[in-house]
């Protein structure tokens, strides 16, 4: 048999060492990947200067979070969800509905390959450092390689569950072993164990930020370390799918912790220990408001226009992705949506489901940051000289808003528009502090109580209860992470480890079936809105975050803007009526405003809402989004539906809509995909298959 396993294929890709250039820490990253690349041969002549090995280690970055982390699963967490056009048969919509298949494309098959060719690039650059003398600088690589490798296999873990641990470089290894070409799933407690002990050494080897010399976060400092450790820590702390590695049977498959009670305590202090040390060295914090934008969106737009400086203090690392050869589409799929202009034509790939966006306070400015209820389109045919407005949507086409393509800075050429992709934020950091506080006493201290209503007054809801019993409280932090970190592609494994994922996927089942009906916690959900009309600025930078509305409630007010006028001579009365409903409601109406009314259950596309767009300058295209059409051309209500949930939903049958795939004790790590040659089952017969996909 030949040596086809992913080791054999890593080492093809090695035959070019992906060492890379620009000290990030004197330049800006736009070009750290343009830079031609050694062969394995010079391996000898890399490391045996620390500047040439410093480039070979910030080669090992390349690539950390592929493209299918998050356009696979970034989803899928009762926060974000997909979006495609025409039908839900493709990849990221069943993988977003937890519906596998190891045979077809229904399952993610790069990620493997990719989180092992780092490995060996780590593994090659922890053996040679080590070989080399012992000064700060080599013990700073060898603790940024040991970091990256043990993220990598973090990602392995919380996807696949146990995989191959390979701690050496392929070279070093006895070509006569089976297990070099042909390594089986190791125990992801003993991997555990090891990253977390080599995460224990790096942290002691990497400088804090402020004694780098760097001038971004984009290489792993010793605060992105801690919190790195944190994570892991509360990771191998925490619950996931188990099964007998032994007898590989279906029926061992278990959401469980690892059985040694007293080292998952000793995990969840290590989680406490270190995030406390980076609250204690006070080099980092919250950005908070400033220039009329709130905290949050202070930091996300400042995000978006790479300015380093007004995000530092948040950002505890975050993965350099702009210029021509970056390592992802990051910022391509996480944005509202445009349609020409200045912008492109570029679809949102994923949409917030309307609960999650009715989920918050009103005083919490993380929703319009996190959300955007428009999406930018043009008036008539898209010519260059048409006129481009942020265009008000419904509920089943929110879309997610911290990446905006409007917020960012202008790119060479529309296929560059790129972010890097924030990693560890301070606010993580809390609330990590929070969970295991709460966690190792048995209900949350005055410090873990502390740290989360940091995270609430800066979100403007410091007037919030803060729990004080255990269970309570780690309900409160499950659900403040997913308003603060909705699109940042953690929070699918957070309800894993935590053992939440079934009862959060049921509940948030149920809950869109009463926002469809409209009863329970969403009987009073206002149907109506009344959009203002918004032209958008088209230029990159554009501040805009949110379109102005109000909600109408009143019977008489609802029976005046329910029948939109066809005709144009009718549009200017149209507009004196809802001048008046504004002026119930507290505003005037400034020469050349205009408003329009949606109603929020039906489709984008509904005969009433695109007569209402109509009615303020909409015509050819008006009935169009840039989101996959099988969201904006549906409603969110029953009742607008006919009387029955729409499908993506609940099916016609009665069967699920949304999540459909979803099985307990099954789903929660992926299978191997074992489609073709290149995919792990296919090339490794000593891999086995997870039991609930034999």
Request: include cysteine; hydrophobic fraction near 35%.
């Amino acid at each position: 048999m030949k040596n086809t396993s992913i080791l054999s294929n890593i080492r093809k890709t090695l035959l070019v060492l992906s060492v890379v250039v620009v000290a990030m820490g004197i330049t800006s990253c736009e070009d750290w990947l343009d830079i031609p690349s050694y062969t394995s041969s010079d391996v000898e002549t890399i490391f045996a200067d620390e500047n040439t090995a410093d480039m070979y280690v910030q080669g090992c970055y390349r690539g950390l979070v592929h493209q299918e982390m998050y356009y696979q699963l970034g989803m899928g967490e009762t926060v974000i969800h997909s979006s495609e056009d025409g039908t839900t048969n493709n990849s990221k919509y069943n993988i977003c509905n937890y519906f596998y298949d190891t045979t077809s494309p229904y399952t993610v098959t790069t990620i493997f390959k990719e989180q092992y060719r780092i490995i060996e690039s780590t593994n090659i650059a922890i053996s040679r450092l080590a070989q080399m003398p012992e000064t700060d600088k080599r013990n700073a690589l060898l603790g940024e390689v040991l970091a990256i490798r043990a993220f990598c296999y973090h990602n392995l873990i919380r996807i696949y569950g146990d995989v191959p641990a390979i701690w050496q470089p392929l070279e070093e290894m006895d070509p006569e072993d089976e297990n070099t070409f042909y390594p089986k799933r190791a125990s992801r407690d003993e991997i555990y164990d090891q990253i977390i002990a080599d995460l224990q050494t790096a942290v002691e080897y990497i400088p804090w930020y402020s004694e780098s010399g760097y001038s971004t976060y984009e290489r792993l400092t010793r605060q992105g370390t801690y919190a790195l450790l944190a994570r892991v820590a509360l990771y191998a702390g925490g619950y996931s799918l188990r099964w007998d590695l032994e007898t590989n049977a279906a029926s061992s498959l278990q959401m469980a912790r690892r059985s040694d009670d007293s080292r998952v305590r000793e995990f969840y202090q290590i989680a406490s220990d270190t995030c406390q040390a980076i609250l204690t060295k006070n080099e980092n914090g919250l950005v908070q408001a400033q220039g009329g934008k709130s905290g949050f969106e202070h930091l996300f737009y400042n995000f978006c226009q790479r300015n380093f400086s007004a995000t530092q203090p948040e950002i505890l690392w975050e993965l350099a992705q702009y210029g021509s050869n970056t390592n992802s589409a990051f910022g391509v799929y996480a944005h509202p949506g445009s349609r020409g202009g200045t912008f492109g034509s570029r679809k949102a790939m994923q949409f917030v489901l309307p609960t999650y966006y009715l989920s918050f306070d009103p005083n919490d400015t993380r929703r319009d940051v996190s959300c955007t209820s428009y999406s930018i389109y043009f008036l008539n045919a898209g010519a260059s000289n048409d006129t481009f407005v942020d265009v008000g949507t419904t509920y089943s086409c929110i879309m997610a808003g911290k990446f905006r393509i409007s917020w960012c800075v202008e790119p060479a050429a529309a296929a560059l528009r790129n972010l890097n992709i924030p990693l560890f934020r301070y606010s993580d950091v809390l609330l990590m502090f929070a969970e295991a506080q709460n966690y190792l006493n048995n209900g949350p201290t005055q410090a873990a109580q502390d740290a989360l209503q940091q995270v609430r007054e800066r979100a403007g809801i410091g007037s919030l209860s803060i729990p004080t019993s255990q269970q309570e409280f780690e309900d409160a932090i499950v659900q403040e992470r997913k308003w603060e970190f909705a699109g940042e592609f953690t929070l699918r494994t957070d309800l894993i480890r935590m053992n939440r994922l079934a009862k959060e996927l049921a509940e948030t089942k149920q809950a869109m079936k009463d926002l469809s009906d409209r009863k329970n916690d969403y009987a009073n959900v206002p149907v109506y809105r009344l959009y203002k009309f918004q032209v958008d600025a088209q230029t990159y930078g554009d501040p805009f975050l949110a379109l102005d509305y109000i909600e109408l409630t009143d019977p008489a007010e609802i029976a005046q803007i329910q029948d939109v006028p066809t005709d144009a001579d009718d549009y200017d009365a149209f507009q004196d009526v809802l001048a008046g409903i504004l002026a119930a409601h507290g505003i005037t109406v400034e020469a050349g405003d205009k408003w329009y009314p949606t109603n929020m259950f039906e489709a984008y596309t509904s005969t009433y809402n695109g007569n209402a767009r109509k009615a303020v300058g909409f015509t050819n295209g008006f009935n169009a989004l840039q989101i996959g059409n099988i969201i904006y051309t549906k409603p969110t209500g029953s009742a607008e539906n006919g009387g029955s949930y729409p499908d993506w939903i609940e099916a016609a049958d009665g069967s699920d809509g949304l999540y459909y795939g979803f099985k307990e004790n099954c789903v929660e790590l992926l299978p191997f995909a074992a489609q073709a040659a290149g995919h792990p089952m296919i090339d490794n017969p000593n891999l086995t298959q997870h039991p609930g996909y034999q």
